[in-house]
């Protein structure tokens, strides 16, 4: 149990378009996602914590209208990154705590982007 | 500010030596600290906190709040213990984690 998706798993696109990816706990709900990145050889920098239903929460020097976050659902919260440059190629993975309670995180597998 | 510290980037022990992977952190409030662990090509999973006094995998770790340490032991590595520990703080409402860089544990046979 407690699986976490993200769709892409990877993506390449062309520097100046958006990119959506996804978050999906499959066998429970989430109440609060969080959406991390990791540059190469450098340790998970939380970007943002989703909520359902409400704003996230962006950490320090996270531009908001950069990275997009929805979480529209109980099961799913999207991170889009727009206009993206080849400076926001990196590895992003999202966590998800459940509704049920705890404070285990159980994370996705992450989505690695390189804009070109 | 909270932060969490891994002096060690990369760790290679002989199979049947024991292991220490080493964690500091600095946090005003009350600390739970949590050890993570990523093998290769596989996701992040938690492997143990310091609320549960578990052991798992053979792995312990004890919270010192005085040397505000973390520290992560076991007393013989396995192979396939090789993999990338990643030692973690949480905080605030939304449990807020703030990762350490990482220690590749490399568990030579």
């Known amino acids: 149990g407690a699986v976490v998706s993200q769709h892409p798993s990877w993506v390449i696109c062309k520097s100046g378009t958006s990119v959506k990816i996804e978050c999906r706990s499959l066998?429970?709900?989430?109440?609060?996602m969080f959406w991390y990145r990791q540059f190469p050889k450098q340790s998970l920098m939380l970007m943002a914590t989703s909520n359902e239903g409400s704003k996230a929460t962006y950490e320090q020097g996270v531009e908001k209208d950069k990275f997009l976050i929805n979480h529209a659902s109980l099961t799913l919260s999207t991170l889009t990154v727009t206009s993206a440059h080849p400076e926001d190629s990196s590895f992003y993975i999202c966590s998800a705590l459940p509704l049920a309670g705890g404070k285990t995180q159980y994370f996705g597998p992450g989505t690695r982007l390189l804009v070109l | 500010a909270q932060r969490v510290t891994q002096p060690e980037k990369l760790l290679s022990v002989f199979k049947g030596a024991p292991v220490e992977l080493k964690c500091n952190y600095s946090y005003s409030g009350s600390p739970e600290l949590f050890w993570y662990v990523q093998y290769s090509r596989q996701r992040l999973q938690l492997l143990l906190r310091?609320?549960s006094r578990e052991s798992i995998k053979g792995f312990t770790a004890d919270l010192n709040k005085g040397e505000t340490s973390f520290h992560l032991k076991k007393p013989f590595a396995q192979e396939e213990d090789s993999a990338m520990y990643y030692c973690a703080l949480h905080s605030g409402g939304y449990q807020k984690v703030t990762f350490g860089i990482g220690t590749k544990l490399q568990v030579i046979p």
């Open positions: 066998d429970f709900q989430a109440t609060t």
């Open positions: 310091h609320i």
